[in-house]
């Protein structure tokens, strides 16, 4: 039976120099050096999934943790089969400022982009 599984080096998620700066300037605000920024997928959006962002102080045996400049973006085994080859990104433009994923398994995203579909 064929090994369906995506290889190692395809379940990385990327962390662009925005992102990274934005998330080490709220972790400053939230006074507490220990904490990285949490990355989930789950069911649910108007797209079928969503992202979840969250601060943590711990990762587990079942978590994938990236680092960029110093700052750690982490996220579960299960989250990171719907992410790899992603990239967090931050933009801030007229409109204002957001997170963005740019993931190339997405099939479909609404519009205000928190939600897609696989």
Do not use: W
């Not at 711990?58 to 579960?76: M, N, P, R």
């Amino acid at each position: 039976m064929p090994d369906t599984a995506l290889p190692t080096e395809a379940r990385v998620l990327g962390v662009s120099e925005s992102a990274a700066r934005r998330v080490a300037f709220l972790i400053e605000q939230e006074g507490n050096p220990n904490l990285m920024l949490r990355l989930t997928v789950s069911g649910g959006g108007c797209s079928g999934f969503q992202y979840g962002f969250s601060f943590d102080e711990t990762a587990t045996d079942e978590d994938h943790v990236f680092e960029k400049d110093g700052t750690k973006v982490v996220t579960d085994d299960s989250s990171l089969d719907l992410l790899a080859g992603a990239t967090l990104d931050y933009v801030e433009d007229l409109m204002g400022a957001a997170f963005q994923i740019k993931n190339p398994n997405a099939t479909a995203s609404c519009g205000c982009g928190n939600s897609f579909a696989v």
